[in-house]
């Protein structure tokens, strides 16, 4: 899946002139939390959070305290050093953005223009509906060798089973490189007879670990 699936295309700006009063306005009509700041050309020259706004003048956000703050513009307080991304990014490189950046947003730039921006909740829900996860299933956790055609071998006992696999996940083993764990989500509410037959297949099932099977 690329960014561009899942990018929002109708992003709420300012200007570097705007003042601080402006971007507290913007957020609490629109209900965001970033606000990537432009000039007239539609390029991005900085982004403004509401982290970053409770980080710079916090007593903005206390009743009326030195209100001369709220004056402000926003390119006194604005990130410039702004991590970025193109429609194109596929969205797993851009979760390991979010999580080796720990950062909150990435606004989304194509032929040096803002087309889009992505948040940390685009990226969950993402995640979650590539997982399957939102949907009803059971998930089943099987140590396999790391060669070829093995995911084909597990594929083919499910399939005898007509469970549809919802997704397919591979970690590696932590303890043996030569293993994986594969982590796959199937439309099966009661998955007993399927972990029967990955078992009898030789196959080592880690979860569930029903008892007697």
């Known amino acids: 899946m690329i960014v561009e699936e899942i990018m929002k295309t109708d992003v709420v700006t300012l200007y570097p002139t705007d003042t601080i009063a402006d971007a507290i306005h913007v957020m609490e009509t629109n209900n965001i939390r970033h606000i990537p700041i432009i000039n007239k050309e539609n390029n991005l020259v900085g982004l403004v959070t509401i982290s970053r706004l409770k980080e710079v003048t916090p007593s903005t956000f206390r009743t009326n305290e030195n209100p001369d703050e709220l004056t402000k513009p926003l390119e006194l307080i604005m990130e410039q050093n702004v991590i970025t991304g193109h429609p194109l990014d596929f969205v797993e490189e851009s979760a390991a953005l979010f999580y080796e950046y ?30 399957g996860a939102h949907q009803p299933g059971s ?22 089973r007509n469970a549809n696999i919802l997704s397919v996940l591979v970690y590696p083993d932590k303890k043996d490189d030569q293993f994986k764990i594969l982590v796959i989500r199937v439309q099966l509410m009661n998955p007993t007879g399927l972990i029967q037959d990955l078992r009898k297949a030789g196959h080592q099932v880690l979860w569930p670990n029903l008892p007697g099977i």
Do not use: F, H, Y
């Open 139 to 160: 998930q089943i956790e099987i140590r396999v060798p790391n060669i070829s055609g093995i995911l084909s071998d597990i594929a083919g006992i499910i399939r005898k």
């Open 102 to 131: 720990k950062i909150s947003a990435i606004p989304i730039i194509k032929d040096r223009k803002l087309v889009g921006i992505i948040t940390e909740t685009d990226i969950l829900r993402t995640m979650v509906e590539l997982t």
